[in-house]
């Protein structure tokens, strides 16, 4: 068809995107994580502190059903050779190790990978009768992270009829 001295071609449509939506794609992504960096932290510190609550109650349980089927009480205490331990003997941040109790003989060793807070209520060993019980009322073990701004924290409790239990927070109420 004849124009007046004008041609037009057709040019094809361009594809991919702009500098500028490209930047407010990336503004949009770097804002989201920002948000969700904290809920990750706080929840892969949870996981860990539930980790090792899982793991002490494990070994607790354990230690009672070796004591049983041995006939003779055992003694477990904390591990002392990690870095993020403190010298006080109340702390089990390294893990545990279950001995016999009359030759100290090592029966079992869990030590903890990770860096929490274990602390025991009391500075001496824990006590396993070969009846199986566990302690004496008021043991208890709080796990908490390192972190104190996360606030994450858990209890293992020993009751008067040596069951275990445990609940969030650090006490046994």
């Known amino acids: 068809m004849p124009s007046l001295g004008f041609s037009f071609t057709q040019t094809p449509a361009p594809r991919g995107f702009?500098?500028?939506?490209?930047?407010?794609?990336?503004?949009?992504?770097?804002?989201?994580?920002a948000f969700a960096i904290p809920s990750m932290q706080r929840l892969q510190e949870r996981h860990r502190v539930n980790a090792a609550r899982d793991q002490l109650l494990n070994d607790l349980q354990a230690s009672r059903t070796r004591a049983l089927q041995r006939g003779e009480p055992l003694q477990m205490s904390r591990l002392q050779d990690c870095a993020w331990a403190t010298s006080t003997d109340t702390?089990?941040?390294?893990?545990?190790?279950?001995?016999?109790?009359?030759?100290?003989?090592?029966l079992q060793t869990s030590p903890l990978h990770t860096s929490l807070q274990v602390r025991?209520?009391?500075?001496?060993?824990?006590?396993v009768s070969a009846r199986g019980d566990l302690g004496t009322v008021g043991d208890h073990w709080v796990i908490r992270s390192r972190n104190?701004?996360?606030?994450?924290a858990s209890t293992v409790c020993v009751n008067s009829t040596s069951?275990?239990?445990?609940?969030?927070g650090e006490s046994c109420s």
């Open 163 to 168: 069951r275990l239990r445990w609940q969030s």
């Open 120 to 127: 025991f209520a009391k500075s001496t060993p824990l006590e």
């Open 91 to 106: 702390d089990w941040s390294c893990g545990w190790t279950l001995r016999l109790k009359s030759n100290q003989t090592v």
């Open 18 to 33: 702009t500098l500028t939506e490209l930047l407010v794609c990336l503004a949009l992504i770097a804002s989201l994580t």
């Open 148 to 152: 104190t701004a996360l606030g994450i």
